[in-house]
């Protein structure tokens, strides 16, 4: 493979959006499940898990609209939500079964933090964004635009908030555009390593930060890789290389521009609703949100983080966050002990995995 230049002469066009022209045409990227797909997605929440030998799902219903989901995350907008799905005729278990399964069919499910978790289920426990350790999908505080470490990911809506938490969504290509139009110096810097906190997630070896840019340009494609609350929070690590006044202008810029309502695609995800993002073209949000008073009632989500069969190559410097960075396997946060587990229920009670297979991002 020919070597890349640092960044690209011009922006790309590839998953070049704006938020005011998406939202303007749904039919672009919502898509209504028919019948057959309901009834399908039913069916797959039937029986036993078998999380050390569980085979594909043999539904060619679902296999067909995983297919359409991936072809939308590489080929199309970067992102699709699936609506239709009546979440209450689901037991807990049963929904988050079927949503794996039909997960599966799309990429292949990777640990989503220290404890290993393949499905996720994103809540406000009253964690504080002080302590270190705490994620902020763990709190009902505005999460800013980001990116996860994988190559997609998925959220099942199950219940909404009393007030807010909406889903925002951007094109990379789109901000950096915008940032080369205001400021091309500033935007240059956005291609030169900075740290992000790992957040006391780092492998064995590894330091508590990686040192990867904003945005890659490799193989013709931009790769975006982002989240600003940790790369302040890495200002904590006295080795760690943190901005300095111009790296954090250049931030700030990109902060500005993909907070634009114009530039980016603000939607209220109904119960039932799944939606896909392309990680490494799109940046995600959600808005700070007021949740219900009695627990049983508060907002639900459950996620997927997944690698991408054919999807785009990825620079070497990955590998300080991915490990290994094979097409289709990699992705995902794994640490020594680490035991993938899927939490199935509203209690984050793992269901039977004991013995199941590290994935190949394990470092030990």
Known sequence: MAPSPKSPTTPPQEKRWRGADLAAQPEQWLRDLSNDERSAFLAAGNGALDLL???????????ALADDVRNALLDGHGFIVLRGLDVTLFSPTNL??????????????????????????????????????TRIYQTNQRQTFHTDSSDAVGLLCV????????????????????????DPELAALLFEPLATDRRNE??????????????????????????????????????????????????????????????????DLQPGDMQFVHNHSLLHDRTGFVDHPHPVDRRHLLRLWLSLPGDRELPQTFQQRYGPIDVGRRGGIVLAGTQLTMPLDELNTPIDSAGLHRSADSTD
């Open 159 to 182: 219940k909404t908030a009393a007030e807010g938490g909406m889903s925002l969504l951007a094109s990379a290509t789109t901000v950096y555009a915008a940032c080369v139009d205001r």
């Open 53 to 63: 030998d569980e085979p594909l799902l043999r539904s060619p219903v679902l296999q």
């Open 202 to 267: 780092q492998p064995p070896g590894e330091k508590a930060w990686f040192e990867i840019p904003v945005l890659s340009w490799f193989d013709e494609h931009l790769t975006v890789l982002y989240q600003r609350q940790y790369v302040e929070s890495a200002r904590r690590f006295d080795a760690a290389p943190n901005p300095d006044v111009r790296h954090t202008a250049a931030l700030d810029l990109f902060d500005d521009i993909v907070n634009d309502p114009d530039v980016h695609l603000r939607m």
């Open 96 to 133: 988050a079964t079927a949503y794996y399964r039909f997960g599966r069919l799309i990429g292949l499910p990777r640990s989503q933090n220290a404890a290993g978790h393949v499905l996720g289920h994103v809540r406000d426990i009253g964690a504080d964004l002080k302590n270190p350790t």
